[in-house]
């Protein structure tokens, strides 16, 4: 039946197959081989990214109605990523240029990329598309202007602008030939084919020419063909009020095509790129309209539309129709900006946070804008807050922690039991999940050492200049803003960083990991608790939406530093994808200990059994033993090995040493590693410079220490290291926020500016200047002025 009808629109004109071969390729319009060549490299310029997508193998490319993978849409974006038969609609405001006359090339070609890039890939392919009428009205626009008369010009066919009027009907009729060639040049570029499908509203009102169109196009798409649909303006009838009596969606512009299409082919998702970046609470650019990223029909009745697009049939309303209708039928819809070149489609098939998600599942949690817009309102509640009155709150959280000891644990042990049982986290993970009566009174300690600091944060004088007489100039600490911090495995960070925060008056955003569910919701609990004393609760809030943490880092206008805590794949993976927002942290913690040859031996046993074994999971514990040459053939050397192998730490020689050890363990791999549990690298040097090198070059500008009794050598290696923190006869586990004196850390920094090394309050704080004048003008002090510049430091 498929095959029959395939031959029938074939024959009728109705389809039209195009091939991908090039040599093949033959149209009346001989520069668009050019323009599309031009267009693709432009775009492939463009992307700065890459997307990398599930291939689908040829044996699930069966498009029955058996096929179909769910019933239901998808509830959560993330579920966007196993969507394979995908459906794109190409609005006329997405496809036109500005002057509403031929094509916008560059966009399209943007599309087209993406479109191949998938259906390469394994995904099955369909395109609605507007745009003939916009390429017809082009040519004939053309064509009237030659053959008019220059009264006919200047009199005939022109609107209130002076631009020529054209009926629609005919420059669709002069349009569409031409738009269908282009798509067919664009897609050949990727060796793909494209079949052309045009459809009127009487196709779908009946089921035997409904049943032909879905079977032409399931043969089209079995053939790994692209269906290119359009609505035929040829012969389409004016626009009509909806009659969507029945539950059947009227056929009134390519929006309802759109999701009509969609419905008909079970298709997974329908991407509706529009001229905006989604649906607003009101007309986009009006004031207090705020872009919804999951728009779940129930909550409609908020929604004020504006306009209809400048071009085309249809508007945000028709589209929001068009949406909730093919939600309502299984299909996932989201409604995103095809404006940009900035791989729209491929990052909402990933389920990334493009557009406005359409879903059935009621929200259940705060939006995260909603959360980081309460968090800085919080954060200003804060600041107006006395210090003594931030002090109590922490002595309050403080407290909170031994009396609710035992509920803090049973919470933990829930974590830590799941945990187990699924088996997705690694040893060290589990030693930094787990929380003990000892975490918990060192926590409650630190959180006072915080309280008691508080006076001295906010507020406070770091400069004072009197400019002139009369004017005075004060630079003073103030919050940075509103942070976000990320973190893995780590419960016990999240009221140490909740009181920094509180003490410092910034407004919180918590991100954690699913491992400690339990843990940090009961937390979060106790931080309210003490919050509401004097506070809000907002200033400080737990992230508990589905929300992925790239999107997350697009809130760089709501947020305004980012510091992870957690893996180095975690960290890194913040540093790489943050764009807008800085990032405080670092991503590995490969800590040295160099034993010089002015060392004592007792104090180096001693000093390299601390930093690595008590507690080899913490990123400030020693990933490499460096060993002065002289000590090669000692019985220090003898006496560290055994008591390394005592301990149960695995070594691996350096390159160096393991050359001149005949037997032993396996050589080092790379003297760039992060061990993160009982095992290190072992190397021996020739005196201190070389130390400095090796550290310098393999290092992660964490924490290095000496060992030696030699004063000048010590100095040399304590300036020489290019590291946030360089210790001398000290344990590398001294780098914390806790033991410095700070109370607590919100994780140790590795970059250059800002803050390096434990960051605590301080850390959290910025500056801003202050000025109290007298009337004064700048004015006033130019030359010959009655007033002349002081410049006196006053502190």
């Not at 009808?5 to 093949?24: D, E, M, S, V, Y």
């Not at 069966?62 to 849409?73: P, R």
């Not at 947020?559 to 405080?584: A, C, F, H, M, T």
Request: proline content about 4%; aromatic content about 4%; overall charge neutral.
């Amino acid at each position: 039946m498929a095959a029959t009808t395939t031959l029938n629109l074939l024959k009728c004109g109705q389809l039209k197959l195009f091939p991908a071969a090039p040599h093949i390729i033959k149209h009346s319009h001989n520069n668009i081989t050019r323009t599309v060549s031009n267009c693709r490299s432009l775009y492939s310029c463009s992307r700065r990214n890459s997307y990398p997508l599930p291939l689908y193998p040829p044996h699930v490319r069966s498009f029955a109605s058996s096929s179909v993978l769910w019933q239901d849409a998808a509830s959560y974006r993330s579920e966007l990523s196993k969507c394979k038969k995908i459906v794109i609609k190409l609005g006329s405001a997405v496809l036109t240029r500005g002057d509403e006359c031929g094509l916008a090339l560059g966009r399209l070609a943007s599309i087209i990329e993406q479109v191949a890039e998938l259906q390469n890939a394994g995904y099955e392919m369909m395109v609605v598309t507007s745009g003939a009428v916009a390429f017809g009205k082009l040519r004939l626009r053309q064509e009237v202007l030659l053959s008019q008369s220059m009264r006919e010009t200047l009199s005939n066919r022109a609107d209130n602008k002076g631009q020529i009027m054209l009926e629609p009907r005919a420059c669709a009729a002069a349009g569409q030939s031409g738009l269908m060639a282009l798509y067919e040049a664009m897609f050949s570029q990727y060796g793909v084919t494209t079949a052309q499908v045009l459809v009127t509203k009487p196709d779908f009102y009946h089921d035997y020419t409904r049943n032909n169109l879905r079977g032409t196009i399931n043969e089209l798409v079995q053939m790994n063909i692209i269906p290119i649909i359009n609505a035929n303006d040829v012969v389409a009838p004016p626009p009509e009020k909806d009659k969507d009596l029945q539950g059947v969606i009227s056929i009134k512009d390519n929006d309802s095509l759109a999701a009509r299409v969609a419905v008909e082919m079970g298709a997974h998702l329908l991407i509706m790129l529009s001229d905006v970046n989604g649906i607003y609470t009101g007309p986009p650019g009006a004031e207090g309209s705020l872009l919804l990223h999951t728009f779940y029909p129930g909550d409609s009745t908020n929604i004020v539309y504006g306009a209809k697009s400048r071009v085309g049939l249809g508007g945000m309303e028709s589209k929001v129709k068009a949406a909730q209708w093919a939600l309502d039928r299984g299909t996932s819809v989201v409604i995103a900006n095809g404006m940009t070149l900035d791989s729209t489609i491929l990052k909402t098939v990933q389920g990334r946070k493009i557009g406005t998600f359409f879903t059935g599942a009621k929200p259940t949690g705060i939006p995260i804008e909603v959360q980081a817009m309460n968090a800085r309102d919080g954060g200003r509640d804060l600041l107006a807050l006395t210090a003594d009155q931030r002090a109590d709150i922490i002595n309050r959280l403080a407290e909170l922690l031994i009396e609710r000891q035992d509920k803090i644990l049973s919470e933990n042990k829930k974590d830590l039991e799941l945990s187990r049982r699924q088996g997705d986290l690694t040893p060290p993970m589990l030693a930094r999940l787990s929380l003990s009566p000892t975490k918990l009174r060192s926590l409650s300690d630190g959180l006072r050492q915080i309280a008691a600091s508080s006076h001295n944060n906010v507020g406070r004088i770091v400069k004072k200049t009197k400019i002139a007489d009369g004017m005075e100039l004060t630079q003073e600490t103030v919050p940075i803003g509103v942070l976000l911090v990320i973190f893995e495995s780590r419960p016990d960070a999240l009221p140490q960083v909740a009181a920094l925060a509180i003490s410092s008056a910034n407004g919180l955003l918590l991100k954690g990991g699913k491992e400690a569910a339990n843990s940090n919701a009961y937390l979060h609990s106790l931080v309210q608790e003490a919050l509401s004393i004097h506070a809000p609760k907002d200033a400080v809030q737990l992230v508990e939406t589905r929300e992925e943490v790239n999107d997350l880092l697009e809130l760089d206008d709501l947020i305004d530093l980012v510091i992870p805590r957690g893996s180095n794949e975690l960290v890194r993976k913040i540093q790489n994808e943050s764009k807008g927002i800085p990032v405080l942290g670092h991503s590995e913690g490969i800590c040295h200990v160099f034993i010089d040859k002015a060392a004592d031996p007792q104090m180096a046993i001693k000093l390299v059994r601390d930093s690595k074994c008590d507690y080899p999971a913490a990123c400030n514990a020693m990933e490499t033993l460096l060993i002065h040459q002289d000590h090669r053939h000692t019985k220090l050397f003898e006496d560290i090995l055994d008591m390394l192998k005592a301990e149960h730490v695995k070594f691996h020689p350096g390159p160096r040493l393991a050359k001149s050890l005949k037997f032993g363990p396996s050589e080092a791999q790379s003297m760039h590693v992060e061990y993160s549990g009982l095992e290190c690298a072992v190397e021996v040097v020739d005196d201190v410079d070389e130390a400095i090198h090796h550290i310098n070059k393999h290092g992660s500008s964490h924490t290095d220490s000496i060992v030696t009794e030699d004063q000048e050598t010590a100095e040399r290696f304590l300036h020489g290291v290019d590291s946030a923190c360089v210790f001398h006869n000290s344990s590398t586990r001294f780098a914390d926020g806790y033991r410095f004196g700070l109370g607590a850390e919100v994780g140790i920094s590795t970059s250059r500016i800002h803050a390096r090394g434990p960051v605590g309050v301080e850390g959290l704080l910025t500056t801003k200047w202050i000025l109290r004048g007298a009337g004064d003008g700048v004015q006033d002090f130019a030359e010959g002025g009655l007033k002349k510049f002081i410049h006196e430091e006053l502190y």
